[in-house]
């Protein structure tokens, strides 16, 4: 998971995933003006007490309108890029999903990532970007735009935590304030390939918690952070919310609606 800057690795073409990109760990990172270089101010944001202050953004249905993968696996479908019966399989993890059942997060991703399996992942992050700017970015919500700048003003470290594919949320921070962002990423075999198994675990529910924990502890120093705000829309953003000083339910499920009266949680209508 984590973007935030170049880090060893194979160097791609410019034009293979944004200019000045490369790809380390096998997975594209965005250019570094993208990314915080150029907009974060000298040294870490901080708080008066010397802290640095996060604002934690789910993507799907926070970001943006609409679920990204979902969109995602109608576009494979009408390029005839799944298979009829793995369409129908993801529909019906997806139907048991909407009826808030346990589900198996890396095995539904696995599906739709069938589509690339075998595929050079410049090819396949090329593929990834251009689904974004074609299908995705309009769908980026001005007020989420409008909270990530003034947050960004006021110098806090603006930070994505998704459980969508990390090249769809990197593509995101070519466009928008994302500083960092910690999203799902799939294993790549060694000739840089990628695989249909995700490499750890999907960015979801606890879990967001818990990476973003250890991206901040990485980058900041343990302790010398606090997670101040979170934005999320789903009842599996709870955790995150929970976690935050100020937790704000954007457009929020019924679910988490019950949970946001329920805790006080600002209640924000994008």
Sequence with gaps: MSIASHSPGVPVSEDACGSSAHLPDGVCRVAAGALGATRLMEGAPTTGSGRVLVAAFDFDG???RGNSPVLLVRHLARK???APSVV???????????ARL?????????????AFAGRPVGEVNRFLYDFYDRFIDERFRADAE??????????????????TFEPIVAAAMEHHPIQYAIATRMKVDEGGRYT??????????PEKVAVLSRFCDEQFGAGSWELGWAYGDHHSDRSLLAAAR?????????????????????????
């Design 62 to 64: 926070t970001c943006i």
């Design 80 to 82: 005839r890029m799944l």
């Design 88 to 98: 129908a399989r993801i529909l019906g993890w997806a139907a048991c999903y909407k």
């Design 102 to 114: 346990p589900q198996n997060e890396s095995w539904v991703r696995g599906l739709v990532f069938r």
């Design 146 to 163: 409008a909270t990530m700048r003034a947050h960004e003003a006021e110098g806090h470290a603006v930070v994505c935590v998704s459980a």
């Design 196 to 205: 249909d198994e995700v490499a750890g675990l999907p960015i979801e529910g």
């Design 246 to 270: 100020h937790a704000c339910a954007v457009t929020p499920d019924r679910p988490l609606t019950r949970t946001a009266n329920a805790e006080g949680y600002d209640i924000l209508d994008w």
